[in-house]
């Protein structure tokens, strides 16, 4: 198995410390796309940012003699589609094209597109690839989603902790350019735009575009400390345990209060 602590921490696997040190074990070492949702999700990413990624495969199914070797034959960075899901990235792709404020972000001639930024926090190595980032000026990362209803997005963005992933980008651009990132309880540094593009996944792909403010901030900053706390803990031990590392009692509501009074519950049944 790979050492963790030799692979430089992504996002992706950080945010998994919310959970269990095991799954950002699992994360760090062997995560791989494989729902469908996913996948799509990948795909639409590549026919934005990167078309020339998205390779068809025509065949049936993706298992199989002839699966293998179509896969075997294409490069590391492609994206491979059937005609559907092919379809579907190309629609996304259209729709964030035609929404005057996600291609002011997306497409501006000195925006980089999905390039990865090597950088360290406390010394540790760390990873990010911001889907596009005006270095200094922005970073923006574009999320799929079953709603771009600002309401709704916000709520459920709150819990997947999108805000959180577009904070460590800030921290990576600023690590990359030498910029203080802002800092809103002292109201110092350099502060750049932070955004949230969001697409509907299904038709007609409605887009909304979200900038944090620092509310969201403070609370991506409460998460970070956390959860980067709990991994340095958990490598300096070299120890990835569970949700639980004692017998956890298993209790449910007593509404009748029937352990404590026996005899009510006789009456209720005479």
Known sequence: MIDPRTVPVRFSALKMMDLSPAHY?????EW??????????TAAHAATFEPHRLVEFTGKVRRGKEWDAFKAAQGDDAVIVNAKELAHAQRIATALTLDPRASAIIFRPDALLEQPIAWARDGR???SRPDVRVPG???ADLKTCRSAQPAR???ESTWAGYHVQLRF?????????GRTPWDPSTRKGDRIDLYSIAVESKRPHVVTVFAL?????????????LWWSRLMACEAENAWHGYSQCVEPFTCDDPENFLIAPAKIGRAHV
């Open 169 to 177: 980008y800030d921290f990576a651009d600023a690590a990359d350019t």
């Open 32 to 41: 791989e796309p494989s729902t469908l949702a996913q996948r799509l999700g």
């Open 153 to 155: 997005f916000v709520r």
């Open 25 to 29: 074990l699992y994360a760090a070492t």
């Open 137 to 139: 000026v922005l970073v």
């Open 125 to 127: 190595a760390c990873s």
């Open 213 to 225: 403010d620092d509310t969201a901030i403070v609370d991506a900053d409460r998460r970070i400390s």
